[in-house]
């Protein structure tokens, strides 16, 4: 119905049509990180460290998870917890050594799609 409506522009517009509606659904579907206290609060060397992650929707802790990857690709499963506003993720992070590390997570969304993805950080000598 919506695409005869605007037959009488032609093809490229069609296809313009198309790939927003297409894309639209898709980018509000997903639990997706727009903000990291990395960026703010770099992880101290051999101190214990709680990182708030900020999502653009709700997130279901009890289907999510998130592993700090070290050296060797190794993984470690750490402790997540609600943050004060939707959205919000507290995840704590034990006593590193310097040198670079990342966070996998795969979250569940409150609308029921997941997202995976990963955020690297180097924890640096002061």
């Keep these: 119905m919506f695409l ?15 790939s927003l509606l297409v894309f639209s ?17 770099p992880v101290e060397p051999h101190h214990a460290t709680k990182v708030v992650l900020f999502f653009n929707s709700g997130v279901e802790l009890a289907l ?8 060797g690709d190794v993984f470690h499963p750490v ?3 609600k943050g004060k506003k939707a ?6 992070i034990p006593p590193l050594e310097p040198g ?5 997570y795969k979250v569940f969304a409150a609308d029921g ?14």
């Design 4 to 18: 005869h409506a605007i037959q009488p522009f032609g093809k490229p517009l069609r296809g313009i049509a198309v």
């Design 79 to 81: 402790h997540i917890a």
């Design 113 to 126: 799609h997941f997202t995976e993805n990963v955020i690297r950080f180097r924890v640096d000598n002061p």
């Design 87 to 92: 959205g919000e993720m507290l995840v704590d």
């Design 25 to 41: 659904s898709a980018a509000w579907s997903h639990a997706v990180v727009t903000e990291s206290s990395l960026t703010k609060e």
């Design 100 to 104: 670079d590390y990342a966070l996998k």
């Design 64 to 71: 999510s998870r998130v592993f700090l990857v070290s050296k």
